[in-house]
């Protein structure tokens, strides 16, 4: 099946430093792909680059057939950014509700400001994206009165009623307290299984092995590793990824 | 409950070591405030007192001429409703100008970005009183008449404008980063991210610190009064004080209603700041 997320050749400096070095990846659609690697590896930016949080150095990005190259510029452009990001939900490590919003009011407004969607109509998909979550029953509380693990709910609920083609994840419970990070994980389960292609950054090595369709590794820059992820937990070919599962396992048991 | 056994009492339903804790802060809290009220009740006496004229262990105090108050009490009075106009129109214009000014300093076009700066730097670099008098007696030269209230106006919220975008900048840095990254990756354009996220929550962060420049600017209005032809508190106070040398009890009348005023401003302003504070941040 032809790739809905493909990278060529991406490269980012910040300043004089090279974070993103030609990585080029793809992904099916429907697929879940997990990012893993050290901090600093480059991972966040990467995921960053695709809806163009991050501008790329060099390269190009295709999201569902609207391809971008860093060395464009202008109006068309801009244009086409604008609508990779609305084929893109993104979700953040630190949530970042809007906290002059309620709940609900959070998960309507990309629907109602961005695309003028029908109020009643966005409300309802907001509804049944909430429900999905289970804080529907939150639906007129503020941000500040929902614990860690709600919060990222309702951020996953809010990027879902956008009804993007794909979701990327950043560290979405790195932000959260162990006991917390359950609920958000369970949440992106079923979203896994009702067919969502996923980009997740992560050090959820458990998720990765269980909801994962491929792992992706990188360090310094690179993906090292592209593996099933029962090949990347049983038989790594990086000692890099190997020092990784290691590191894992030993904070595991 | 162990300890009980142990050391054979019977444990009476008390109060428990923490609310007697809570108790005992709350008393002090609430004998500090008594105090605090008490000792200002005590100084505004004084007060009263030294403008008394009456004589007491041999101190002469300061003899007021009550006749002249009451006569012109409602004169000088009268006057409140300009001063608040005179605020009240200051402060749209000076919020207006701070909002843009504060908006021009995030801009990356190089003319509003001077501009903005501009503007600050050569307003808080000359005074007031230049300012208010420049619009009304310099500005004329030029074949542009202001009336008093119109150049009073301007200045005053140009004046003020260029200080509070120092507000407003600070307001719009308290947003964080990662709310304009939210607005963007759902597709919001950097129009609507400023109008829906951005600015909300900016402004709720300067609505405590514009209270404090109204309140500022209601005295300031006094300056307004050099122009003459503003008949708000100030003018009207100097006007009776110097006709009637009475220039003492003129200026403690004004000095009062601006006190007062200002005490209902603040306590209004405190009011909205707990009304703030218990949103949802």
């Keep these: 099946m032809a790739p809905i997320v493909q990278v060529t050749k991406l490269d980012k400096y910040f300043g004089r430093l090279h974070v993103l070095k030609e990585v080029s990846i793809d992904v099916a659609p429907r697929e879940v792909v997990c990012l893993i690697g050290r901090s600093g590896s480059g991972k966040s930016t990467l995921l960053r680059c695709i809806n163009f949080l991050e501008e790329p150095s060099f390269g190009t990005i295709e999201v569902d057939g609207l391809k971008v190259d860093a060395s464009e510029k202008g109006k068309e452009r801009r244009q086409m950014v604008h609508e990779i990001r609305l084929k893109t939900g993104m979700v953040f490590q630190e949530f970042n509700l809007f906290p002059h919003m309620s709940v609900l009011e959070n998960v309507i407004e990309g629907p109602v400001t961005v695309k003028g969607m029908d109020r009643a109509k966005a409300i309802q998909l907001a509804e049944e994206n909430l429900d999905s979550v289970g804080l529907l029953f939150k639906k007129d509380e503020y941000p500040n009165r929902l614990s860690g693990g709600q919060k990222q709910r309702v951020a996953i609920a809010r990027a879902l009623t956008m009804e993007p083609r794909v979701m990327l994840f950043d560290e979405p419970t790195s932000a959260l307290d162990p006991e917390l990070i359950g609920e958000v994980l369970n949440v992106m389960k079923k979203v896994a299984k009702d067919g969502m292609t996923m980009l997740v950054v992560t050090h959820e090595m458990g998720f990765a092995r269980e909801v994962a369709d491929r792992v992706l590794v990188m360090a310094d820059g690179e993906i090292i590793e592209d593996s099933k992820p029962e090949d990347l937990f049983n038989k790594p070919k990086d000692p890099r990824t190997k020092a990784l599962i290691d590191r894992y396992r030993t904070g595991a048991n | ?281």
């Design chain 2, 1 to 281: 409950m162990q300890s009980d056994s142990t050391t054979g009492h019977v444990v009476k339903p008390a109060p428990s070591q923490a609310e007697l804790l809570y108790e005992a802060q709350q008393r002090q809290a609430r004998n500090f405030r008594t105090n605090v009220g008490l000792s200002w009740g005590i100084l505004l006496l004084i007060l009263v007192y030294l403008f008394s004229g009456q004589n007491f262990l041999g101190i002469k105090t300061i003899h007021l001429d009550f006749e002249f108050i009451r006569n012109n009490l409602f004169f000088i009075a009268g006057g409140l409703s300009q001063t608040l106009l005179v605020s009240v129109l200051s402060i749209t214009l000076a919020t207006l100008l701070a909002l843009l000014a504060a908006l021009g300093r995030l801009s990356t076009i190089p003319p509003i970005y001077a501009l903005s700066t501009f503007y600050v730097s050569l307003i808080r670099g000359t005074p007031l009183y230049l300012q208010i008098f420049f619009f009304f007696l310099a500005l004329p030269q030029l074949g542009i008449i202001l009336t008093g209230l119109t150049a009073g106006v301007l200045a005053l919220g140009l004046n003020y404008g260029a200080y509070m975008s120092e507000i407003f900048r600070a307001g719009l840095a308290s947003v964080g980063k990662g709310q304009r990254e939210a607005a963007i990756a759902i597709g919001m354009n950097p129009w609507q991210t400023m109008k829906r996220i951005v600015l909300p929550q900016a402004l709720r962060f300067a609505l405590p610190p514009t209270g404090n420049e109204f309140i500022a600017m209601t005295k300031d209005s006094a300056l307004v009064s050099a122009t003459g032809f503003v008949h708000e508190v100030m003018w009207r106070a100097t006007r009776v004080g110097r006709a009637q040398f009475h220039n003492l009890e003129a200026l403690i009348m004004a000095a009062l209603f601006y006190w007062v005023m200002t005490l209902i401003l603040s306590y209004v302003q405190s009011l909205i700041e707990t009304r703030l504070s218990k949103g949802d941040r």
